[in-house]
């Protein structure tokens, strides 16, 4: 199964979506499976967050709807502090409507959320065809940024307009964007964007396996790891689901059952849908390859009993440590909001990067320990 195998080597194996080997391969490189929840107000806040924290994650999520003034200097700060400190950006949407609403909220409005966002998140209560409306809405959208990039960049790595006036037209049918890939000469992801600017498209596999499991293992120095990430590129003009399969929340009514439909619709659409948000590895048949991002992760403060991280907040929500989330019960990745921003540890002076840091070693430290410093 793909839970003993290293980060890099997950990369390897097939995907239909180009955003989940560069994910691993970012991972291995930084030696980072921690997700910081940017549970913010104001743009200055949420900019300087990122900046702080930037270098010891792989992936920023973020709230747009409860940011007071969300607009165009959101985005584009965003963006920009992403591509430097090479994290992706995660919009915790949690969609949960019919297909024709999704599809407005995910590429209309303020927000625009697909024209900026790698990442979302959907339930899946209202069947399955939220996923496919969300692709469709996802690949049109990717065109209409296409075209933008086309006509506006000449030379160097096109970036994502963040001009949303194209996406505002897409056609949702389910065919828009579906072609041939160029780089693989298989049939292209739904939710890629395949164009003649061909390094939107090859930022995965700009890097050799070989550097991403040498850097990933403790090989090398700052410079090598430095040298890997400028060749993994910025990532592919592709977007990602994660469907929400299991909560960390006291009562809440996903049950067994419910995570086993999760799993269905995952599978039937594995060239959008690139992970869960779930509690254990949902990873069960042997062709599975998707990541879970895992909320209600927190550590105590240095000097505290390990216990201590493990109660809740007083509104529902439980918390575990990296050693049981990643460790032993499979997770890939561990999401932490209150954890960093109001940690006892940057209340008596540590900073929130430093406090980063601490997370990200201990998320490292419970993945090596299930699958070895080498890997598999």
Partial sequence: MSQTLHFSARADLPSENPLRPYLYR???????N?????????????????????????????????IDDFDERTINGLQEISRRK??????????????????????????????????????????????????AAAASTLQSLVQNVSTEITTGTPRISSDGEEADDCDFGRGGGERPSENSGRKGSVVTATTTISQTVEGSQRTPASMARAVSAGEGDDGDREEALEALGEPPLARG?????QMSSQGNLMDSAYTKKCVTAARADADFVIGYIAQRSLNESK????????????????????????????????????????AKDGCDIIIVGRGILEAENVKQGKTRAQEAERYREAAWKAYEARVGKKGR
Avoid: M
């Avoid at 970012?26 to 980072?32: E, F, N, Q, V």
């Avoid at 969609?95 to 995910?106: N, R």
């Avoid at 216990?307 to 007083?314: I, L």
């Fill in 86 to 135: 090479k994290f992706l950006i995660f919009e915790d949407r949690k969609f949960g409507d019919i297909g024709s609403t999704v599809q407005h909220q995910y590429t209309r409005g303020v927000h625009r959320i697909a024209t900026w966002a790698h990442l979302t998140n959907a339930h899946i209560f209202p069947g399955p065809a939220i996923v496919t409306a969300l692709k």
């Fill in 26 to 32: 970012l991972i291995a490189i930084k030696r980072s």
């Fill in 34 to 66: 921690l997700c910081v929840s940017a549970d913010v107000n104001k743009t200055t806040v949420l900019l300087r967050l990122a900046e702080e924290v930037g270098d010891y994650i792989c992936v920023l999520k973020v709230h747009a709807d409860i």
């Fill in 287 to 326: 062709k599975d390859n998707f990541i879970s991002f895992t909320p209600g992760v927190n550590l105590p403060a240095e000097g505290v009993a390990d216990s201590a991280a493990r109660k809740g907040d007083g509104l529902g929500q439980q918390y575990r440590t990296p050693e049981i989330v990643v």
């Fill in 241 to 245: 689901l994660l469907i929400f399969a």
